[in-house]
């Protein structure tokens, strides 16, 4: 099957071409088989965004509509293949900003139409998952830590497209507190690549180490987080003393320690989350999932406490946004889809909604 995936959530105009082997996969009970990308082009805005330093919606739909259609196009020559080729259209259809959304659906809606191919919607979250099963196979049930600036999550999935919270952030999200305090910093946007960057200078002690930071919600009996009480420590630190703003050691101290702190509450939640509902593999997804040290410290203390579980984590260039995840998801969406769906698929562009609040389900 070849499949064209389509996202335009937030500030990224993206699309991607996967092929996936449907006869070999077959024979493999169709569990995660490598998937191959053909291509996968991103186009960024973040440069646009960040002297306002966050992500203007209408903004972002302007350069959607402008870059959409030259995406595309690239994503085809890149893959070398014929819109003719295509099987199938996976497009993101929700969660995210509505002005994005719909230049993303739009088109994808459009395509399916003139090109007469079924279309499928993939909620964002499940895209980021399913970057997990881009490289790999990986046994249920999958404990999954979803980490990106909207969401933060823990989902655990007894087989593929199920999907159980088990724990939540009751406010700001992982990616959210990173941007923020990038902010507080004067670091631009977005927050968690140029905090991980300036940490990368600040070795914190592993002896005696006494946290300066909150770690909130890590005692709580149950899974959910809670980032945005750490995000206001780190405004009062600056507020305290405003010399660490100018010195340049003093901001690299702080990044390490909060960075530390959102990884330490992380991992904390993820490893008795683990313990309660024993899966056979843990994985990480979401932009922040890009984060270097979470993916070490994670992985470490899954090695250590829960030695027979595997770890996955997608490759670094499929954890921020990125179309790939959607063809991969929407892939494994079709595979499950009843053979007379798949028939309605092709007359169904129409009915696609677009959807801000979208549910995982
Ligand atoms: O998944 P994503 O690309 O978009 C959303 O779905 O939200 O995630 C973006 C988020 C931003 O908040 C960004 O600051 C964060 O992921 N992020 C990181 C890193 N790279 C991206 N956070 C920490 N460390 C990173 N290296
Ligand atoms: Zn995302």
Redesign the pocket.
Known sequence: MLILGIET??DETAAAIIRTDLTRLASRRKEGEKIEILSSIVSSQVKLHAKWGGVVPNLAAREHLKNILPVIEASLAKAAIKAGDLDLIAVTNGPGLIPALLIGTNAAKTLAYRWQKPLIGVH?IEG?IYANFIEEKAKFPILCLVV???HTQLILMRNHLQYEIVGQTVDDAA??A??KVARILNLGY????A??EAAKNHQLPTANYKPTLPRPMIASKNFDFSFSGLKTAVLYTVKKNPKILKDKKLVTELCAEFQQAVIDVLINKTLSAAKKHTPRTIMLA???S???ELRKQLGKAIKKNLPDTKYQIPDKKYS??NAAMIASAGFFRWQKMPAAKQKDALKNWNKLKTEANLKLR
């Open positions: 959530s937030c964002h980021h990106s600036g909207g990616g959210e990173f941007d977005p927050g968690g690549p905090i991980a979401g932009g922040v890009a984060n270097e921020i946004d």
